[in-house]
C-alpha cells in the first residue's frame, strides 16, 4: 500500500502561534483527507485536498483557521492557525485508492499540544 | 443526519474466545462501511470493507464483518482473540451521494483480550 508519512510526529506550541503539518505520499493520489481527533474521541473531517483546486471543508472548519495546499499529487500541508489549547489533537492525513479503490489510508499522525 | 454508532466503548475478551464489535449506521441509500484499528500512538489501519456482494467480509489479522442491511448493521468479529488485538476499533461510513469521498467515523470501542 502506499507509504504516508507525516511530519512533525508531535509537537508542543504555545498558544497564538501556528504549525504547519506535511503529509506526504510515496505514489500520486488524487484526493487527500485531512482529519481531527481529539484526545479520547473519534475522527473528525477537515477537509478533503484535490491537488488543482480549493480544499473543500467541512461544517465547522473554516480556510482562515486551517489553511491547506495541495501543491501536487503527493504532498499536503495543514496549518492550524492561531492556536489554542482546543486545537491539542492528534492530525491525519488520508489517501484514497493506494492499494484499493475507495478506501482511505491513513498517514501515522501528529500530535500536537496547545499550552 | 447520517451517523454511526458503537454502542459499547470496551469490549472485554479472553483469550482464544471470539470477539465481536458492534457498529449500525443511519446512512441513506447503499454506503461502503469500513472497519479501521488504532493502536497506541499510531495511525489508523485498513482492516477490511464492505461495498457490494458477500454479507461475510474477510479482511486483515483473521478478522471479518457481517453486513446486514435489514439491521443497518456490520459487526466485526474473529473466532479466537489473540492479546495482540487489544486496540481501538473505529467503524466508518462513506456515503455514496454528497460528490466527495466522506468517512462518518462512530465513537470507536477499545477491545481489551485478556490472557
Known amino acids: 500500500s502506499a507509504v504516508i508519512s507525516q511530519k512533525p510526529s508531535r509537537d508542543i506550541c504555545q498558544r497564538g502561534t501556528s504549525l504547519t503539518i506535511q503529509c506526504q505520499v510515496d505514489s500520486q493520489v488524487t484526493m487527500m483527507f485531512w482529519y481531527r481527533q481529539q484526545p479520547g474521541q473519534s475522527l473528525t473531517l477537515i477537509a478533503t485536498?484535490?491537488?488543482?483546486?480549493?480544499?473543500?471543508?467541512e461544517s465547522g472548519f473554516v480556510i482562515d483557521k486551517f489553511p491547506i495546499s495541495r501543491p501536487n499529487l503527493t504532498f499536503s500541508t495543514l496549518t492550524v492557525s492561531n492556536m489554542s489549547p482546543e486545537d491539542s489533537s492528534i492530525y491525519l492525513c488520508s489517501v484514497e485508492g493506494r492499494p484499493s479503490a475507495s478506501t482511505q489510508y491513513f498517514g501515522p499522525g501528529t500530535r500536537l499540544t496547545v499550552l | 443526519a447520517q451517523s454511526v454508532a458503537q454502542p459499547e466503548d470496551q469490549v472485554n475478551v479472553a483469550e482464544g474466545n471470539p470477539l465481536t464489535v458492534k457498529c449500525t449506521y443511519s446512512v441513506s441509500g447503499n454506503p461502503y462501511l469500513f472497519w479501521y484499528v488504532q493502536y497506541p500512538n499510531r495511525g489508523l489501519q485498513f482492516l477490511l470493507k464492505?461495498?457490494?456482494?458477500?454479507?461475510l467480509v474477510k479482511g486483515s489479522y483473521g478478522f471479518e464483518a457481517e453486513f446486514n442491511k435489514s439491521q443497518t448493521s456490520f459487526h466485526l468479529k474473529k473466532p479466537s482473540a489473540l492479546v495482540s488485538d487489544s486496540a481501538l476499533y473505529f467503524c466508518?461510513?462513506?456515503?455514496?451521494?454528497?460528490?466527495?469521498?466522506?468517512?462518518?467515523f462512530g465513537a470507536g470501542t477499545r477491545l481489551a483480550v485478556h490472557p
Open positions: 485536498a484535490n491537488q488543482g483546486s480549493e480544499a473543500t471543508y
Open positions: 466508518a461510513v462513506r456515503p455514496v451521494s454528497g460528490g466527495y469521498n466522506k468517512l462518518i
Open positions: 464492505y461495498i457490494t456482494g458477500d454479507n
